[in-house]
């Protein structure tokens, strides 16, 4: 084989090798990418998550992940503290459920999931769906006991986006590392 054959195979090899070379995606077109799976919630994504320039850093989806599930931590501590005080000015049954109960349960999920991110990809995932299972249920205590507070609604509202986005960027995680 002369030079020249040489050196175009080595040429159209090295082409088809960079051709299948994972670039680095940017935090921006992650974010877009969960928040186009978001659908309906797709708007909302978007506003919570460039809201803070921190996510647009993101170099993976796992940098990502867990960006989004320490946020669901923090959020989730101060929905629970806000819940906790409004209990102590309106002790419901639903309220004192809300601010305890269920919400211990929305913390301990984001943080289950935080820790399951490097070991096993699908609890992670099942752990940040789950999370939404708290905000879901105090609204539905609420009103059960005909307790209309939008304060409250919102909150559960935004803590029920956080888990949600959270489940679409765990999706991602494999499965096991």
Known sequence: ???????????ALSLILISHVPFPTSGANLIESVCNDAMEDQVACLQLLQSEPRFATAKNYVHLSKMILEMGVKKGEKVQNELKEMMMKN???????????????????????????????????????????????????????????????????????????????????????
């Open 91 to 177: 002790p419901s049954p639903a309220i004192t459920q809300c601010a305890t109960t269920l919400y211990d349960g929305v913390v301990g999920s984001f943080k289950s999931s935080l820790g399951e991110m490097k070991e096993d990809g699908l609890t992670a995932n099942y752990d940040a769906k789950v999370a939404g299972d708290g905000p879901a249920t105090c609204d539905r205590a609420l009103a059960a006991a005909n307790i209309v507070n939008p304060t409250i609604s919102a909150l559960n509202k935004e803590i029920l986006l956080i888990s949600k986005i959270a489940f679409l960027a765990t999706n991602e995680l494999p499965e096991s590392p």
């Open 1 to 11: 084989m002369n030079s020249s054959a040489f050196s175009s195979l080595f040429f």
